[in-house]
């Protein structure tokens, strides 16, 4: 059996390389197709029913804001590119996805969400809470998700697979890109790319680490109600820097597991839903 992180870094080839899985190497029974519709990227991720990554597709988002649809039509079209993408590439039709919404949202906005999918030709299998769907790839029934994504942080306390807790603040990739705009006097394109260059890896990680300072203190603050959780998993893309583990660890006093590919593990995880057909 693969590990959670070998299964994270196959879906990264995938994505990355436009392949898939070949029919020989999947397990019989239907596809599965997870939706993740971010503030900063949208992910297609599809699964066979053993739950092993066959394909994969990302886009950047403009259309979403913490989980609330700001730009229908450029969603609801970035979707269905992606949809129609995936089945050139599989051969296959893709009938049925889940999607995931930022726990605590208004159920107004939740609806939205899967009226995305619906527009794009999909049937709705399930609209699931991200941290759940994280902690679901990570085969996680009890312990914190800490979800640094773009816009923001979102924390949650798991507890027998149900969430316990959950706490969203506005702190995310797009503050860190913020930060380095302003300290080097770059447009936040020119500091969003210099944030992924891994040449300029240590200069970027020396100015946003006040940032990560300040996410890790409200973390620490929200998991002070918690003693018991001594391990804490963080996910979503603003996390990728190396750094950002020690950071953490040293603030919240706790374990700090990281996966690999941490923007990938809530995509893979709405696809993991119950009862396929
Ligand atoms: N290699 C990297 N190094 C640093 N930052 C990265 C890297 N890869 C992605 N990011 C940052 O991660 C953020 C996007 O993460 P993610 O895709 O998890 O967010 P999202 O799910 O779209 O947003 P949200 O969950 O807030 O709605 C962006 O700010 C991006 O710049
Ligand atoms: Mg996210």
Redesign the pocket.
Known sequence: MPGIDDTLRAFGDLVRTGAILPQEARAQGPLRVGV????????LAVVDAAGQPVAGATQR?GG????IVVDWPATVRAVRQMKAELEARLGQPLPRAATAI?PGIHPGSSKAIGNVLEAADFELAEIID?PVAAARLLGLRDGAVV????????ISVLEGGKVLASVDEAT???H??LVLAGAMRLSLEAA?AM??DPAQ?GE?FALVRPVVDKMAAIVAEVLARFPRMDTVHV???????EGFVPVFEKHLGRKVIKPAE??LV?PLGIALYEGAR
């Open positions: 993740d519709l971010g503030t900063a990227n949208l992910v988002s979403i804001r913490d989980g930022p991200e979800d640094v994504g773009g816009g923001t942080t979102g995310g990739g797009t860190m890109t969003e944030k992924h890896a970027v996910v979503g893309g603003a996390c990728s820097f941490p923007l809530t």
